[in-house]
């Protein structure tokens, strides 16, 4: 991750919060107070975000310490001791709720993004996450999915040429819309577009793209797409893609699965920070 982004992230979600101090805690307690508090997990999960919600700590104070009794990407367990915190008590409440924000946004996005890469073990293909993300919190909801044992697709539109249902119906169809594409994309960037029927299959493999997106396809479809590209192309099958359903994709032999839901859906881990 880009620190500087990070740094950003962490700056503006603590001004959000205490803009101009701690009214309360700077009433109880002086500066010179410390406590001693201890990270707990409350739900079963993956770890994922301890460089965050140390760093949200340093940004605030270096002189707060903090002691990870469990690494990045491992499984929790119900009452686990995760980490110990010590320090000014002022700085310490001052950070604890955008460090547990960030903390359980990433965990969250970490255990779900594991359930679904446990349901296609069995099988070769990727899960890879969206564009589906929180504004502002993409860099670590992204590399979030990777903890949890996903891939990441494109970070933004700058990345990858990507030609959507949109893209073609405004260009006219599916063949221009490539057309018009490789006359000017560099030869180092790849070309994916998305279909909704096999009629379109052939057409874009002729058109020379990368990858197609086979979206919202029944799974025999998807699985005769697969049999009819026989490898010419990475296939990557989008779509309402649930745990339910995963495991029926991935039987199709598809390349790539892409899930809006690692980050669009997933619930935040339950932890809490005890003096």
């Known amino acids: ?24 805690s700077e009433r ?66 001052r950070g604890e709720r955008i460090a547990l924000n960030l903390l359980q946004r990433m965990s969250g996005i970490a255990s779900l993004t594991r359930l679904f ?38 970070f933004n539109l700058s990345d990858a040429i990507m030609i959507k249902d949109n893209h073609i119906q405004a260009a006219g169809g599916l063949t221009n819309a490539i057309k018009k594409v490789k006359e000017s994309c560099p030869h180092t960037m790849k070309v994916e577009v998305e279909i909704e029927t096999l009629d379109d299959l052939e057409d874009a493999i002729q058109a020379g793209v990368d990858i197609i997106m086979l979206d919202n396809m029944p799974v025999e479809d998807m699985a005769k797409g697969v049999q009819k590209t026989a490898g010419r192309v990475i296939l990557e099958a989008s779509g309402n893609v649930s745990l339910d359903t995963i495991g029926l994709i991935a039987a199709t032999g598809v390349d790539v699965i892409s899930c809006g839901k690692l980050t669009h859906s997933a619930m935040a881990l339950d932890m809490s920070l005890k003096f």
Request: charged letters at 30%.
């Open 1 to 24: 991750m880009d620190n500087r982004q990070v740094d950003q992230l962490i700056i503006n979600a603590l001004s959000e919060d205490s803009g101009n101090g701690d009214a309360t």
């Open 28 to 93: 109880i307690f002086e500066r010179e107070d410390t406590s001693v508090g201890y990270l707990i997990a409350k739900e079963f999960g993956i770890l994922a975000g301890t460089k965050i919600f140390s760093r949200v700590f340093q940004l605030l104070d270096e002189g707060i310490d903090i002691e990870w009794f469990i690494g990045e990407g491992s499984k929790l367990e119900v009452n686990d001791r995760i980490a110990k915190i010590s320090g000014s008590t002022i700085t310490i409440l």
């Open 117 to 154: 890469v446990d349901e296609v073990s069995d099988y070769s293909c990727r899960i890879v996450d969206t564009r589906k993300t929180t504004p502002g919190l993409r860099l670590i909801e992204k590399y979030a999915v990777r903890v949890g044992g996903g891939y990441n697709h494109r």
